[in-house]
């Protein structure tokens, strides 16, 4: 998934690069730390696909510095804006992908209009008044003798105080979809079942004796994709939505700053082992919500894509910045240099994050389990 993310990213760089005739070395997917498993030459690009299946490169003429053949087809050689273009491109790319995917899932599951916390039935337990009463796990409690009930603390505190009359509770059911947003409700039904609350529950259980936890569900609205005014609703979300995820990316960037400066370890953090094991969580809830997940992955890409770390596109476009503001470009040496070392610190970054990753999971405790004992 995050090489699809990857070639789409890179995708955008190639052909804005065509568009504005810079020759393309090379479009690969895959990174080219061994040989390539399958090249072709096409036109003059060489097209490749290389083992290590974690993301992928365009390789323009010109990019590492100034040529002395064909300098017009260079990438060194275009002005500031062209080389911005190319540059900006792969972040744009991200970003049509995520409004894309978040358009084509609303278009199939509705566009949310309202987000509310409902009281979930989590569990039951054996031979209570909630199970004799018929309520089900995954079911809702939404209403108290017709009141509407706002969280799972004002749901105890009234059966509490029902302990021991009869008393009419609305539950909800029906088919659901598990998002990150929250859950989507398909289908609805409610019914009124009627029980008692017990005024001494065993020790450890409430009255109703439910395990109860407040969820946040969706209420969406399906239209015809045919007509003009739902198309036009369903890209609007797809937009509302790709810039509500990048102002949550931002603000996890900022909580990151604030707490590597005060000697923290940041938290929500997450490397390639944890994406794969969310996605690993995702993809059980079916397609839909993994669609949701690559618009979110590809929100992520694109604004880490923009900060100014070299050897990524924001530092490359800082470098042009630079350029602009001294009215000079900098030298092929230091650029490289500063390319080189921000890839190592990247990479140092990645490989951190891994083994929090790791350690998260438990491995490496479970590690230690095999090591000889003194």
């Given amino acids: 998934m995050l090489s699809v993310l990857v070639l789409v990213h890179e995708l955008g760089h190639f052909l804005v690069a065509l568009a504005l005739g810079i020759k393309v070395e090379e479009f690969a997917f895959g990174l080219p730390f061994t040989p390539a498993l399958f090249s072709v030459k096409h036109r003059g690009i060489v097209y490749s696909i290389y083992p290590v299946l974690f993301g992928g490169f365009v390789r323009l003429y010109g990019e590492e510095g100034e040529v002395k053949l064909e300098k017009e087809k260079s990438f060194w050689s275009r002005g500031r804006k062209q080389r911005m273009a190319v540059l900006i491109a792969g972040v744009v790319m991200n970003v049509v992908l995520a409004i894309g995917a978040f358009a084509i899932l609303y278009a199939a599951v509705g566009v949310p209009q309202k987000i509310q916390n409902k009281v979930t039935i989590l569990g039951l337990e054996s031979g209570g008044p909630a199970e004799v009463a018929g309520i089900k796990t995954d079911e809702r409690i939404v209403e108290v003798e017709g009141k509407e009930i706002s969280d799972a603390d004002e749901f105890g505190r009234l059966m509490r105080s029902w302990a021991g009359l009869s008393v009419n509770l609305t539950v909800e059911s029906g088919k659901n979809l598990h998002m990150l947003e929250g859950i989507n409700q398909l289908e609805t039904q409610r019914r009124v079942v009627k029980t008692v609350p017990r005024v001494s529950p065993p020790e450890g259980q409430g009255p109703l004796g439910v395990r109860i936890a407040d969820f946040p569900y969706l209420t969406s609205a399906k239209c015809q994709v045919l007509s003009a005014k739902c198309v036009q609703d369903i890209a609007t979300a797809g937009v509302r939505a790709t810039w509500t995820w990048t102002n949550r990316v931002i603000e996890g960037l900022r909580a990151i700053g604030k707490s590597l400066s005060v000697g923290k370890a940041p938290e929500g953090v997450a490397g390639p082992i944890a994406i794969y094991g969310l996605v690993d969580i ?41 350029e602009w503001a001294r009215k000079k470009k900098m030298s092929v040496e230091l650029e490289q240099k500063i390319n080189t070392w921000g890839m190592v610190g990247v990479l140092a970054l990645l490989a951190l994050v891994s083994l929090q990753d790791v350690w998260n999971l438990g491995w490496l405790a479970n590690l230690t389990k095999y090591l000889p004992k003194r």
């Fill in 282 to 322: 995702i993809s059980k809830g079916g397609f839909w919500p993994l669609l949701e997940l690559v618009a979110v992955l590809s929100v992520n890409l694109a604004v880490f894509n923009v900060l100014p770390i070299p050897p990524m596109d924001g530092g490359k476009m800082f470098f042009i910045w630079i």
